[in-house]
């Protein structure tokens, strides 16, 4: 079975340093770590005008985008 990584929303920031949108992997804990990771060097490294969140969705995980800063 096939889980998902996606960055709901692609900020200035996302798209500046060529981040994917979407990744794939076997293997849902992997997944979830990677979406973790993800979220948290976005909150860390990016501009701070949003905050980036893991959300399950399904066997998938999305990071949300809210306003605000991390």
């Not at 995980?61 to 800063?69: D, F, N, P, R």
């Amino acid at each position: 079975m096939e889980y998902h990584v996606v960055v709901e929303k692609m900020c200035g920031c996302a798209k500046r340093k060529n981040m994917p949108q979407i990744k794939t992997l076997d293997d849902k804990e992997n997944a979830h770590r990677i979406a973790r990771a993800w979220a948290q060097e976005m909150n860390e490294t990016f501009c701070g005008k949003h905050e980036f969140n893991v959300v399950e969705v399904d066997d998938n995980y999305v990071i949300a985008m809210s306003e605000g800063s991390y």
